[in-house]
C-alpha cells in the first residue's frame, strides 16, 4: 500500500464547477497534510495546510481532514480555467532520527473547461 | 526576498558520468531537502538536511547518490556513474526548523542521462 494515494485523473470539470480532489494516506500517526499545485514544468507550491480534522478555508480553496477515515481532499469552487495544474496531497510521516517528513502521492491532474 | 535557486536549470550527461547539482536555500532556512520527481510521479524524498547535517539520508537509492552541505548553507547532491533511470527533475526546498509546512521550493534541475 502506497503512503499517500491519489487518484492521477485528469479530472475535468467545466469553468466555474466546484473541483474535487481526493487523498488517502496509511500512516494514522500523521499530524500535518497539505496541498501543493503544480504546474507543468515548475516546481510544486503550497496552497493549503491543514492540521485538524474538519474544514479550512481559504479564498476558493477548501481543505478537509478526516483522521479516523485517513483521508483528505480539496475542494476548488468556482473553478478557472488557471487551475488546470496538477495537485499534490502530501503528508508529514515519520522519518528516521524522529523529524517528520513529507511524502508526497502521484498527484492527481486537474483541467478546467473554459 | 529571494526564492531558493537551483542550478544547472538542464543538465545533460553521459551515462556513467558523474554530475553536482547545487541548491541555495532562503537566507536563514536551517531545514534543506532534495527531492527527485519523474515524470508523472509526485516529488521522492532523498535527504533532509538540519543545519550541517544530514538528519535523515534513507531516500537516496544507493551510494551513488552524495549530497552535502558544508557550511549549513548551499547544498550540492552529487551522483557518480549516472544511469539512464536517475533521469529526472531533482528538486531542492528550503525551510525553517522545527516544520515541514514551512518548505519553500526552487525551480528543479531537469537532469537527463543520455
Known amino acids: 500500500q502506497k503512503e499517500v494515494e491519489q487518484n492521477s485523473g485528469p479530472l475535468s470539470v467545466p469553468e466555474g464547477a466546484i473541483a474535487s480532489l481526493n487523498c488517502t494516506y496509511s500512516?494514522?500517526?500523521?499530524?500535518?497534510f497539505f496541498w501543493y499545485r503544480q504546474y507543468s514544468g515548475k516546481s510544486p507550491e503550497l496552497i493549503m495546510s491543514i492540521y485538524s480534522n474538519g474544514d479550512k478555508e481559504d479564498g476558493r480553496f477548501t481543505a478537509q481532514l478526516n483522521k479516523a477515515s485517513q483521508y483528505v481532499s480539496l475542494l476548488i469552487r468556482d473553478s478557472q480555467p488557471s487551475d488546470s495544474a496538477t495537485y499534490l496531497c502530501?503528508?508529514?510521516?515519520?522519518?528516521?532520527?524522529?523529524?517528520?517528513?513529507?511524502?508526497f502521492g502521484t498527484g492527481t491532474k486537474l483541467q478546467v473547461i473554459p | 526576498g529571494a526564492g531558493v535557486s537551483q542550478t544547472p536549470s538542464n543538465k545533460v550527461t553521459e551515462k556513467g558520468k558523474y554530475v553536482e547539482l547545487r541548491c541555495d536555500p532562503i537566507?536563514?532556512?536551517?531545514?534543506l531537502y532534495w527531492y527527485r520527481q519523474s515524470l508523472g510521479q509526485g516529488p521522492e524524498f532523498l535527504i533532509y538536511f538540519q543545519g550541517t547535517g544530514a538528519a535523515d539520508d534513507s531516500g537516496l537509492p544507493n551510494d551513488r547518490f552524495f549530497a552535502v552541505r558544508p557550511e549549513g548553507s548551499v547544498s550540492t547532491l552529487k551522483i557518480q556513474r549516472t544511469e539512464r533511470g536517475d533521469s529526472a527533475v531533482y528538486l531542492c526546498?528550503?525551510?525553517?526548523?522545527?516544520?515541514?509546512?514551512?518548505?519553500?521550493f526552487g525551480p528543479g534541475t531537469r537532469l537527463t542521462v543520455l
Open positions: 500512516d494514522r500517526g500523521s499530524q500535518s
Open positions: 537566507s536563514g532556512h536551517t531545514a
Open positions: 502530501a503528508v508529514n510521516t515519520r522519518g528516521s532520527g524522529g523529524y517528520q517528513k513529507v511524502t
Open positions: 526546498a528550503s525551510g525553517l526548523a522545527g516544520g515541514p509546512d514551512t518548505q519553500y
